[in-house]
Every structure is written in structure tokens, then in C-alpha cells.
């Protein structure tokens, strides 16, 4: 399976900051208490140690033979990979011992005996890929170079199992080469020495590289094959205005043609199947106004199951008989926002994961055959078993006519009857996605509780430039940081205070990154309408942040002509 969403990245220091930055004004709200006029959302607030400290346990995953369980949980002091039999998950342990940063990403080899991990070394780019044996305990590191090294996982096979294709900087801090690595020995070979400046290589299931991406000046990208002779020929081109929906997924099971998302010809992406040979193409799923974010492929055939979008809310939409059968029976379970993660190579199992406004995270094994849903672990216990509050998906037009997709939390007490409009106004936070290309998608975030359950109404808000709502709406936010998004986050402002969810002269805005450019701006140019702003990693001055960015990204330098400006 493959998937694209926006990975929660503020930090309870953005949200103290926007709120302590009120000063006077809210100073009950700066100390922790709730504010006049609402209700804590619990019998007393949720203390900040289990909104915001290290998960209990999450990233549950299944071994492709369906014999173990694992997921992430915290083992000297950082998250590690613990695992269980899938009959006794009580019985978990930790099997691996990473320090420093701990474990962020890790995932189960074709073999169902080792798991492969990437541990982040420092608070730089550096990550390290290493294996461990599941029965053993042992570790191998399987990083070429040395500790600056930044590796990360290209390719599995179910014809080697034992083996991986890893991606790593060792050589030339700006290019990635490929190494085929063994991971019962650490033994590895570099099987494409990247000197064409390609940002991307695809291998396929004979682990040959076959596929590579290179930008162009204009900031669209060449797909390029690699022919019989080992030469590089062009496959297709990615237009500057397609190169944030259009991306491959993964080779078909016959390593003859690929899975991608493309908006060519379209404003939103679409699912396609293109052979290699031929170039032709067959659009497997579309969605107006709506950019396909997740694909499910088979885990052996790798046959296209379903896709989901995520609009107002996550939509998935069957591709197969074995996919609708599924699906039809997790939406009478969970709803509408659930993941599915993994499945044992028989199909039987699958881990899904689910969250709603007030929960980080279910996990559960769906059993196929036998139509069951069995709880395997929350993230965060006592935060699941919370009565649960409504998170309601708006649509705020734009003065210029965009509608802006976004999701409202309101406070325990301003909403009594559950229509999701509020009988009283709150002061309220709005958050913003981390600049052009992420999004919010009204899933659970930990500042959005701490915030609700404090009597804080929240707005997380998609304005233009945003991912997921079609390339016209993700191009208007295009060199307009300081301009037409300001507006956006200005007639957001003014959508709540004139449908009674906001108290006027309360509202402060939170975001991260290029997003808190956005939020200074608007702060800047109307300081009567806005009591704060809260930032994490907000560059000040945009030239010297294009200037420091690491080696490797100097090949998106378009990327930051088109969406911040010509900073040369």
C-alpha cells in the first residue's frame, strides 16, 4: 500500500507561544485554565503529560506470515519496535535498542524474521537503516557511510526476501545511490551510482532499477525508463503545475507496467496503470475536486484494490471484489477515517488503524474471512477512552470564490444541542497546515484537544496552496505566502465571528514552518482582528531559508521559485 497525508508536525510549544503571546488579555487561558464562558471538555482537563508525551504504543504493524504483531512504544527512555506472537499480544518486547532519537519508521522484510528500522541519529538529516532478527534480538547496521550518512528504504521483494534496495548519501551528499543489502549478513553492493542527478530511482521486484525522476529548470519533472541496453530514455514528462499530484507508486506484479497518480489532462490526480512499453495509460479512478491520496495495492499481486480521498472526509472507493467486501465492512465498523496499514501475504489479516477528534489511534486486526474486527492497542489508553467529541468538516468560502475545506472542534458547552454550530462563541485558535503542499484533514492532533479541552474552539484550516483539493487550488497559493493567503486566514477569521463560533477580538492563529510565515503576515496586516500568533520554525527571511536548505534539496529549487519566490 502506498499512502500520502500530512504527518502531525506542531509542537506544544507553538500553541503555549500563540497563547501566552495574548498577554493580559487572556491571561487565564496562558496558565492553563479554561476559559471564561466554556466548559472543560473531561471531569478536569487532560493533563499536558498524556496529550503530548510519548505514545504508549503506535505504528502497529502484521508480519507477512500473520504469526507476529509490533509496534512502537518507548524502551530506554525513546520509542523502539517491540513484538508478540499475534495469539499473546501481551506478551510484547522490545527488540530493538536504539538511544538518542530512537526508532521513527520501521517495517516488516518479506521474510517475516526481521524487521527493518530507521533510527534518526541526531537533530540534523542523518538516519541510519539497520535490521534485527524478531526470535534473536540481534542488530546489524545496514547503512553505507558513516554517521552523516541520510539512507532511507527504496524497495522490498517477495522473490528475495532476505533482501532490501536502501537509498543513501554516502557518496556525494546531493545524490542518492542505490545499495542491495542483505539482512541476515549486512552484506551490500551499490547497484546504481547516481551521477545524472536524479532525485528519485524506482526498482522493480528483480530489484533492477528501472524508473528514475529528474527535475527540470521550469520545475515540472522527466520520468525516464531504463531500456534493455541499460540507457536511460524518456518515459514522460511531469508539467510544473502537475508536480505535486503526479507521482508512481510501484510496478505491477508483472514488472511491466506501474501504478501512478497523475493530474494530467485533469485538475485533480488519478489513479493510473501505464505500461512501460507502450506508454499507454488506463485510468483506474478519479474524483472532481478531489486529489486520490491513498492507494491499497495487494500485498503479493500488487493489484490495485481501492483508493480513498479525503475531501470534507476520508471516501474509499472499492477497485476490486475482494476490496469492496472489505471496505463495505469497515465502514459499518469505523466510519470514515480509518487506514489499513498491513496484510499478511495470505490476505487474511489486516492491521487498520482509526482515529476521531479526541483518540490518536486505534489499532485493529480485521480478519477477513471471518468478517471480525478484534482491538489490538490504542496510542494513548486513557485518551481513547474519553467520551468523544465531534471534529465537523466547514467549507469557508474565499473572498475570491475558493472554498476552503476546514474542521471545527468546539469546546464541551458551546455546542449543547450537537448540530455542529456553537449556542455561544469561544476564543478560538486557528491552525494552518505547514505551508503549499501539506493540508489538514480533521484527524486527531494533540494541540487541537489540548486547545478544545481547555474551552478553546479550534479551526484547522485548509487555504489555497493546500495538497489534496486539485492542482487550480493547490497553484493559487503559489508565491502568495504573504498575499492571497493572508486573505484566507482574514475571511476565515471573519466566517467564525459571523456564524457565533468566534468572539471577535479572541481569535489567535498557530501554524508551523511556511505556514507561520502566512500567520505572521496576517497578524501583521490586521492586528485588530488577531490577539496572537504562535510559530515553530517560521522563516523570517525566506532567501537565507531557500539558501541554508540541506545539499540534497538543491534540486527542488524550482519548487521554492514557484511557491515562495525567485530568491536569487
Not at 504469526?67 to 495469539?87: I, Y
Not at 476565515?492 to 508551523?512: L, S, T, Y
Request: charge should be negative.
Amino acid at each position: 500500500m502506498t499512502a500520502f497525508w500530512r504527518p502531525a508536525a506542531l509542537s506544544l510549544g507553538l500553541v503555549a507561544l500563540s497563547l501566552a503571546a495574548c498577554g493580559d488579555r487572556n491571561a487565564d487561558q496562558a496558565t492553563g485554565e479554561a476559559a471564561t464562558g466554556a466548559v472543560a471538555s473531561i471531569d478536569g482537563l487532560a493533563p499536558r503529560e498524556m496529550l503530548f508525551g510519548e505514545p504508549a504504543r503506535f505504528r502497529g504493524r502484521l508480519s507477512p506470515d500473520g504469526a507476529m504483531v509490533s509496534w512502537l512504544a518507548p524502551h530506554q527512555g525513546v520509542l523502539n519496535v517491540w513484538a508478540a506472537s499475534s495469539e499473546a499480544p501481551e506478551e510484547a518486547a522490545p527488540i530493538t535498542g536504539a538511544a538518542g532519537y530512537g526508532v521513527s519508521i520501521y517495517e516488516w522484510a518479506r521474510n517475516s524474521t526481521h524487521i527493518v528500522f530507521l533510527e534518526k541519529l541526531d537533530s540534523g538529516e542523518a538516519t541510519r537503516i539497520g535490521s534485527v532478527n524478531v526470535a534473536t534480538g540481534e542488530t546489524i547496521d545496514l547503512t553505507p557511510g558513516g554517521d552523516e550518512t541520510r539512507s532511507r528504504l527504496v524497495g522490498m521483494s517477495w522473490d528475495y526476501p532476505d533482501e532490501i534496495v536502501i537509498a543513501a548519501n554516502d557518496r556525494d551528499e546531493e545524490a542518492f545511490d542505490l545499495y542491495r543489502v542483505n539482512l541476515i549478513t549486512g552484506e551490500s553492493r551499490r547497484i546504481y551510482e547516481n551521477t545524472e542527478g536524479f532525485t528519485r530511482l524506482i526498482v522493480d521486484s528483480n530489484f533492477e532499477v528501472r524508473i528514475a525522476e529528474r527535475p527540470r529548470p521550469d520545475g515540472g519533472r522527466d520520468v525516464l525508463r531504463r531500456t534493455r541496453d541499460r540507457e536511460w530514455e524518456l518515459l514522460y514528462q511531469i508539467d510544473f503545475v502537475d508536480s505535486e499530484q503526479s507521482w508512481i507508486i510501484d510496478f505491477d506484479a508483472t514488472n511491466r507496467a506501474i501504478y501512478a497518480l497523475d493530474s494530467s489532462g485533469a485538475d485533480a490526480a488519478r489513479l493510473v496503470r501505464m505500461e512501460l512499453d507502450t506508454g499507454v495509460r488506463q485510468i483506474l479512478g478519479a474524483i472532481d475536486g478531489a486529489d486520490i491520496g491513498y492507494v491499497l495495492l495487494h500485498p503479493v499481486t500488487n493489484e490495485a484494490d481501492a483508493f480513498a480521498v479525503t475531501r470534507l472526509n476520508r471516501e474509499w472507493i472499492p477497485l476490486t471484489s475482494r476490496g469492496a467486501a472489505a471496505i463495505t465492512f469497515l465502514d459499518e465498523q469505523l466510519g470514515e477515517n480509518y487506514i489499513i496499514l498491513s496484510r499478511s501475504v495470505d490476505d487474511q489479516r489486516w492491521i487498520v488503524y482509526d482515529s476521531d477528534a479526541i483518540n490518536p489511534g486505534s489499532y485493529f486486526v480485521f480478519d477477513r474471512e471471518a468478517q471480525t474486527l478484534e482491538h489490538l492497542l490504542d496510542v494513548q489508553p486513557a485518551l481513547s477512552a474519553r467520551p468523544r467529541i465531534r471534529r465537523n468538516a466547514v467549507v469557508i468560502p474565499s473572498r475570491d470564490g475558493l472554498e476552503m475545506i476546514s474542521y471545527l472542534t468546539l469546546p464541551e458547552g458551546a455546542d449543547e444541542d450537537e448540530d455542529g454550530r456553537p449556542e455561544h462563541a469561544s476564543p478560538l485558535v486557528i491552525m494552518l497546515p505547514e505551508g503549499p503542499g501539506y493540508r489538514e484533514h480533521g484527524e486527531y492532533d494533540a494541540e487541537q484537544d489540548w486547545l478544545s479541552d481547555r474551552g478553546y474552539a479550534v479551526l484547522a484550516v485548509n487555504p489555497r496552496g493546500s495538497w489534496g483539493f486539485g492542482k487550480s487550488f493547490l497553484n493559487a497559493g503559489a508565491r502568495e505566502l504573504g498575499g492571497a493567503v493572508v486573505d484566507d486566514i482574514v475571511d476565515v477569521a471573519q466566517w467564525a465571528v459571523d456564524q457565533g463560533v468566534a468572539e471577535p477580538g479572541r481569535i489567535g492563529i498557530a501554524a508551523a514552518s511556511l505556514g507561520g510565515v502566512s500567520a505572521i503576515g496576517a497578524l501583521a496586516a490586521h492586528p485588530d482582528q488577531f490577539a496572537c500568533v504562535g510559530t515553530v520554525g517560521a522563516p523570517m527571511d525566506l532567501t537565507r531559508f531557500v539558501e541554508d536548505t540541506p545539499p540534497y534539496w538543491r534540486a527542488y529549487q524550482p519548487w521554492f521559485d514557484r511557491f515562495i519566490g525567485d530568491t536569487s
